[in-house]
């Protein structure tokens, strides 16, 4: 079984910016996809960005030329730095990673970003 462990939400005024940190675990097999998603109240989760583990990434629309996913590899961590926050980013942040021979996604406890305007 892999853990996610998120860190670094909270509560921040537009324009400012914030960095979420997502570190697994527990994993017996290459750590591949990681990324993150989140969820606003009333609406369903979406992708906020993906990154592969030779450092591919995948951005939302919504959130391109503001947020830059990353990782090292060596600490099984991802990161998700968001600048420029705006109230439409508030939601809950959930970390995803698969591993390699797994069919699994795994998810974190989910992070709170809320950004007042």
């Known amino acids: 079984q892999v853990q996610l462990v998120e860190s670094g939400g909270g509560l921040v005024q537009a324009g400012e910016s914030l960095r979420l940190s997502c570190a697994a675990s527990?994993?017996?097999?290459?750590?591949?996809?990681m990324g993150w998603y989140r969820q606003a109240p009333g609406k369903q989760r979406e992708l906020v960005a993906t990154i592969s583990s030779s450092g591919g990434t995948n951005y939302a629309d919504s959130v391109k030329g503001r947020f830059t996913i990353s990782r090292d590899n060596a600490k099984n961590t991802v990161y998700l730095q968001m600048n420029s926050l705006k109230p439409e980013d508030t939601a809950v942040y959930y970390c995803n990673a698969r591993q390699a021979l797994d069919p699994k996604d795994y998810w974190g406890q989910g992070a709170q970003v809320t950004v007042s305007s």
């Open positions: 527990g994993n017996r097999f290459r750590i591949n996809g």
